[in-house]
């Protein structure tokens, strides 16, 4: 009814007739002595009191489906696949020897993995797109596990032109000089992240794109330092001799998106990254 705009609407969604529809709205009300429907025209609106049994209701249909998909998941055993939501700012790396770890274990187990960005991220775990998730922010509603604490960098080729003026650099420096941002994952809502105070920007949707093109000299950006360990290592990235803020830190965090209901793998892959995190340089 809500979600259909009317009683006819509702009856065709429902395969049903329109005066069945009409039959249980009355008893429903009926039964619990309130209105929670209005006619208004040839539509029903939800009064205040419909507006708060509705929401109720969401709330408790949503609780069914995650105990019927849990018990699902409990009596197969360990899952036949699982779902990870990752923010690309999480060292490519580290996840890969993890995820290798888990499928020497249960080499049978299907893995589908969202890199995501920024509210990406958040959206895999608020619409339970994923069994497990990390993530640099806990929406409300979950608990998330500091699972490592990332350094980031300014970083730039060492023949780009801010690395040729061989100073300390301000952010005025920067200003004129083209920066490489990863676009938001999300659908519902758009963020930027870090400093965006240059003029030219360009915006890609891959971090390895970005990375590629801050190795060409076609700009600055800012990484993960253990995203680009191997570029650093090598010379090919060079960090931004910065008078101030060349550095900055963001808290990553293990996200069940329903901890109750988490399966023997998806906490098996949670451990895995645990240690593997607890373990890999500072």
Known sequence: MVEAGGFAAAALRLNKSQSAVTYAVQKLQ???GVRAFTIEGRKAKLTETGQLLYRRAC????????????????????ESQLRLAVDVIFPTWLLLEALEEFAK???AT??????????????????????LVIG?????????????????????????????????LTYQDLRGHRQLVIRDSGLLRKRDAGWLGAERRWTVSHKA????????????AWYA???????????TLVPLPLREGGERY????LIFPDPDYAGPGARRIAGILRTRCAGAPR
């Open 30 to 32: 009926a039964l619990l």
């Open 250 to 253: 963001v808290e990553l965090y």
């Open 110 to 131: 299907r893995l589908e993995l969202y890199e995501t960005v920024l509210g990406g991220t958040e959206e895999a775990l608020t619409q339970r797109q994923a069994d």
């Open 225 to 235: 330092q253990e995203m680009i360990r191997d570029e650093l290592a090598s010379g």
């Open 105 to 107: 274990e249960r080499p």
């Open 136 to 168: 640099s922010t806990v929406p409300p509603g979950f608990l998330g596990e500091p699972l490592m604490r990332l350094r980031f960098v300014a970083v730039a080729a060492p023949t780009h032109p801010l690395h040729v003026l061989g100073r300390p």
């Open 209 to 220: 794109t970005s990375i590629r093109a801050v190795r060409m000299g076609l700009g600055f």
């Open 59 to 78: 709330a408790l249909t949503e609780e069914a489906l995650a105990l019927e998909a849990a018990a699902a998941t409990l009596a197969a055993g360990w």
